[in-house]
């Protein structure tokens, strides 16, 4: 299953009414809809600057992961309905020691893709592959950087070295393994956009599948502090689109924001900017060990199919098709899930 041209396709969808109709559906039937993002372990071995690991506060109050008996509840309540199985959202998936496990229990129960997003620091050749001989279709590699000096200073505690060792281990399994989809996210900021010259010379051994440019964003408690757009639109027309041009030529799906999007948006189109956050956010599902954690949703009570009664998941799928907005449409802050990234 290409889950890109499923987004692509999805996207391209402009009217949130229609998706509301596909998404109620799909949940009245019963079938495979969510997009499942777990962080099984609250923790990192990196310290990157543009991350919340980087405020020693945020480590000290991020812990926690799931148990075997967590992973077996969850699989059994939730799985069933997973279209996708994102592992690795905002912490490490590579510090929690039964990932392995996880990923061979995730497609037992038949989801179609998995992914992890990691640093790959703590990847070894061995562990790579155990992955995916168990099932992992999509490895994405977080990167801020694609030189020693840039690499290291924006993902601090991280080896340039191991980084380069990690793209031959990558090179070395997809021979064996050639459906292991490998994607590249890199965080585009004021303090990095040279380095994305260096694309088609790092990864001239370990070609990419698909690779996604992002701008940074304020998420909060880290140690970067430069969030202006101006730096990236500066320098777009001489660093990003010769990736798209890249991209393009060698066949690898692209994720990057026009440059009108990198600027504010449009007010006049803000409502049905956020109402389309909105809904594309009704089959995120997110699970993660914080403290207290199950008390939104407890596996070992309630099915997903329960918890969605619970919450009234249908009810304001309803509202919202006959025109009730929810008060987080009028809120600011989606505006950053809103950012639109053309898939080519």
């Known amino acids: 299953m290409d889950v890109y041209s499923i987004i692509k396709w999805y996207h391209s969808i402009k009217s949130p009414r229609l998706k509301l109709l596909g998404i ?22 990196l310290r990157c600057r543009m991350c919340y690991f980087s405020d020693p ?12 008996d967590d992973i077996e509840a969850i699989a059994r309540t939730v799985f069933h309905r997973g279209l996708k ?13 039964a990932l392995a496990a996880l990923v061979k229990t995730a497609k037992e129960h038949g989801i179609p893709n998995i992914s992890i997003t990691t640093n790959g620091n703590l990847l070894t050749l061995e562990s790579l592959r155990q992955l995916v001989e168990n099932g992992l279709d999509e490895l994405i590699l977080s990167t801020h950087g694609l030189t020693k000096d840039v690499y290291e200073s924006l993902m601090v505690r991280a080896s340039f070295e191991r980084f380069q060792q990690l793209l031959g281990h990558v090179a070395t399994v997809r021979k064996d393994h050639p459906q292991l989809r490998f994607r590249i996210n890199y965080t585009m900021c004021a303090d990095n956009m040279d380095d994305l010259k260096h694309f088609p010379e790092v990864f001239r051994n370990a070609k990419p599948d698909v690779i996604q440019l992002r701008p940074v964003q304020d998420i909060g408690s880290e140690a ?34 026009k ?6 948006i449009d007010h006049d189109n803000k409502k049905m900017v956020h109402l389309n956050s909105v ?44 025109g009730w907005h929810p008060a987080s449409v009028n809120n ?7 950012l639109n990234y053309k898939v080519q």
């Open 85 to 97: 199985l994102q592992i690795g959202c905002g912490a490490e998936p590579t510090t929690f020691k």
């Open 259 to 264: 440059a009108d999007n990198l600027s504010v």
């Open 332 to 338: 600011r802050e989606d505006t950053t899930r809103a």
């Open 24 to 45: 109620l559906g799909l949940h009245l039937l019963h079938r495979r809809y969510l997009y499942i993002a777990m962080d099984p372990a609250l923790a990192c071995n």
């Open 224 to 257: 970067y502090d430069n969030y202006s757009v101006d730096p990236i639109l500066g320098k777009y027309k001489e660093c990003v689109e010769p990736i798209v041009d890249y991209c393009a030529a060698n066949k690898i799906t692209c994720l990057y924001p």
């Open 279 to 322: 809904v594309d956010m009704l089959p995120y599902f997110h699970l993660s060990p914080f403290r207290g954690w199950k008390e939104e949703f407890n596996p070992y009570t309630e099915t997903f199919e329960q918890f969605a009664r619970r919450t009234h998941r249908v009810r304001n799928i309803l509202r919202m098709l006959f």
């Open 57 to 68: 506060q945020t480590v000290k109050d991020m812990s926690g992961h799931f148990t075997d």
